[in-house]
């Protein structure tokens, strides 16, 4: 018996609900071997794991606010991606809108009502820009986009790092945090006596407005036909280097807005692990929902749940709190696998001894 | 400003010029070989945090250095020939698979590390490779304590670059391996297998970037940390973008990476620039990008980097 994949005319409705969830589950599948070599019981560590991350208002609260910045970051990739601009710089973009915020949300110079909005417009700028960087040296010199992205992320994570420990500094405690910013430019917090804070609101109403680009204006018909076929889009008329520039800028402000709601919601400053891997996180999570912007919010809950879940989990079973970024590898080559199936069918045929 | 060029340009600068160079080199001549056969693998910085973690344990049990050499070796043949997998014989994003292998691996290497280790109070070590001066040449002034007083496996970084340049430009092997990035229908006409060379230049980048992660854990540094790659990976993809796909000159490139981060380790340490260290550590990456900018108008990419080849299509 031999088996080969045939091309699909046209791909059901429900197998695009379908796949990321097998994704999903062949992901926890495979990493279940992982929980028992660590010498805990699968069930009883993903039960934990899920449990820890959905069983009380609080820990729900907790896991809407760690999903937060991931559905931003999961919708600048979605945008990038659909371009074919390959931002894996989401992290770095993430930081550039962080910084952005801090600095703003300390200045003393402005109305205490401005603020607010100032570090939500500032961060986001300040991520466009720095996507901006590798979107010019791509479509104005031809510089890979992958490796650029990639390589800005180290430059702003150190030129933060060198902030923190410089101008930065708190000059009392000598810590590498950044000052607070002033209780006026503090989230406000939509649950009382939980940290449920402007930023979640922040990020649903931006995946509605994305949904809106994509689907419903010409510029997001653009995006998508420049990723699909940048020649045809060429010959139909369209700037393919201004479309490309947009999308980044589009991605690049997205992103940051994730590291504007960590400030102003959660931390009120910058330290250095502002960010543990969201932007990358938000890789996974957009091809989890197969670059479509309402896909991103359950996936990146999903994600969400698997890494506040996984410290419960480590807690109680003493299985590697990495076993979540494990997870999120192994999603993504699942997913990847998954989506053959969108285009092909396998086909079993016997094979003939003649 | 004369004092301080002389107190940085020393024997002991050059010599740690060389050793910085020799992970990027083992990382980028073995990106070449898959990437001449029409694979981006992203997945080599993840694939050198996994080896560093599996080279250095494998020693740290067994004390000796040549298994953990082997060991990380041996994680980057199975890393690369799971991208085989996906990219090859699946025929799936050479992009999103290499970040996903590169996300995997380094999860795996936090995840065992810490199942190994637990977390101790003090950082587990290993007595690392020591340096083996070469008899005779060693002796020559100023080349020999540079060039011929390293470790053993700085000698087979520099070996490994004309030898490469060798089988890429003058063996039959090597010439099918370009025509397959090149051009694979032809090769595929004439008999060669797309599928056997693309998973063997892949099992090369993955031996070869296990390798460049066992140098950092066990000859540069006695340890596994999780900041041991830092992004030498993707310095190593840059590289064969401003190497134009040569192994010349992406090992030239190596070396030029290398001297700006020789050159910023110095002025760290030499403390006449007052500015936080990480201003220093930000520039290599700062003028890889800008080494970048400046060649890719004429890059040669091989013709068939980042496109799957089904035989039945036409």
Redesign the interface.
């Known amino acids: 018996m031999t088996f080969r994949l045939e091309p699909r005319e046209h791909t059901p409705v429900w197998l695009n609900a379908l796949l990321p969830l097998l994704a999903v589950f062949a992901t926890l599948v495979i990493c279940s071997g992982?929980i028992k070599?660590?010498g805990a019981s699968v069930f009883s560590a993903y039960a934990i794991l899920f449990k820890s991350a959905l069983n009380s208002r609080f820990n729900l609260v907790e896991t809407a606010v760690k999903a937060t910045p991931l559905i931003l970051t999961g919708l600048a990739v979605v945008v990038a991606f659909r371009a074919k601009f390959?931002n894996?710089g989401a992290e770095g973009q993430l930081l550039a809108g962080a910084m952005a915020a801090a600095y703003l949300g300390a200045l003393k110079s402005f109305p205490g009502w401005s603020l607010i909005p100032l570090m939500i417009v500032g961060g986001a700028l300040a991520g466009a820009i720095w996507a901006a960087i590798p979107a010019i040296?791509k479509t104005r010199?031809?510089?890979?986009d992958?490796?650029?992205t990639?390589?800005?992320n180290?430059?702003i994570y150190?030129?933060m790092?060198?902030?923190l420990?410089?101008p930065w500094k708190d000059p009392l405690s000598g810590y590498p945090d950044s000052p607070d910013i002033l209780p006026a430019a503090e989230f406000p917090i939509l649950l009382k006596a939980t940290r449920l804070h402007l930023g979640v609101v922040v990020a649903v109403v931006a995946t509605l407005l994305i949904w809106f680009l994509v689907r419903r204006t010409t510029l997001g018909f653009s995006i998508t036909a420049v990723g699909e076929n940048p020649k045809a889009s060429s010959y139909a008329g369209m700037s393919v280097s201004k479309v490309i520039f947009l999308a980044a800028a589009i991605s690049g402000g997205l992103a940051g807005l994730a590291g504007v709601g960590e400030v102003g919601g959660l931390h009120f400053q910058v330290m250095a692990g502002i960010s543990p891997g969201y932007g990358?996180t938000g890789?996974?999570i957009a091809?989890l929902a197969r670059l479509n912007p309402l896909g991103v919010i359950p996936s990146a809950v999903f994600f969400a749940i698997i890494i506040t879940g996984a410290e419960a989990m480590s807690r109680a079973t003493g299985v590697?709190?990495?076993?979540?970024?494990?997870?999120?590898?192994?999603a993504?080559?699942t997913m990847?696998?998954a989506?053959?199936f969108n285009q092909y069918r396998l086909r079993f045929k016997r094979v003939s001894h003649e | 400003m004369n004092e301080i060029l002389s107190q940085i340009f020393q024997i002991g600068f050059f010599a740690a010029l060389i050793r910085i160079a020799t992970p990027l080199i083992f990382g980028t001549i073995g990106e070449l070989f898959t990437e001449r056969a029409g694979v981006l693998n992203l997945g080599i910085e993840g694939i050198m945090m996994l080896a560093a973690m599996t080279g250095f344990s494998t020693t740290y049990f067994t004390h000796s250095l040549w298994l953990g050499i082997l060991a990380a070796m041996v994680t980057g043949v199975l890393a690369g020939l799971l991208m085989g997998l996906l990219t090859v014989s699946l025929g799936l994003s050479q992009h999103v698979s290499g970040i996903g292998i590169t996300l995997l691996c380094s999860g795996l290497s936090f995840f065992f590390y810490r199942l190994i280790f637990g977390q101790p109070s003090s950082l587990p070590k290993i007595k690392p490779f020591e340096v083996v001066p070469v008899p005779l040449l060693s002796k020559i002034p100023i080349i020999g304590p540079i060039v011929f007083d390293q470790f053993a496996l700085v000698y087979i970084a520099l070996i490994i670059v004309p030898v490469s340049a060798w089988i890429l430009y003058s063996t039959p092997w090597g010439l099918n391996l370009r025509t397959v990035g090149e051009n694979p229908r032809a090769a595929f006409s004439a008999g060669v297998s797309v599928t056997a060379y693309r998973y063997q230049g892949l099992a090369i980048a993955g031996a070869l970037a296990g390798l460049a992660g066992a140098f950092l854990s066990m000859a540069q540094y006695d340890a596994y940390t999780f900041g041991v790659i830092s992004g030498r990976g993707w310095v190593c993809i840059a590289l064969i973008v401003f190497g134009q796909w040569d192994p010349w000159k992406s090992a030239a490139g190596a070396f030029l990476f290398a001297f700006i981060d020789a050159l910023q380790l110095r002025l760290q340490a030499s403390g006449v620039i007052h500015v936080p260290y990480q201003v220093f550590l930000m520039m290599p990456f700062v003028f890889t990008i800008i080494g970048m900018a400046l060649v890719s108008r004429n890059a040669r990419v091989p013709a068939a980097l980042l496109k799957p080849f089904r035989k039945e299509e036409r």
């Not at chain 1, 010199?141 to 890979?144: A, E, I, P, R, T």
């Not at chain 1, 590697?320 to 192994?330: E, K, N, R």
Request: without cysteine; proline residues 2%.
């Open positions: 992982l070599l660590a390959w894996i040296l010199y031809k510089v890979d992958v490796v650029t990639l390589l800005l180290f430059v150190y030129g790092m060198a902030l420990n410089g990358y890789i996974v091809m590697p709190v990495f076993l979540a970024d494990v997870i999120q590898g192994t993504l080559v990847l696998i989506l053959l």
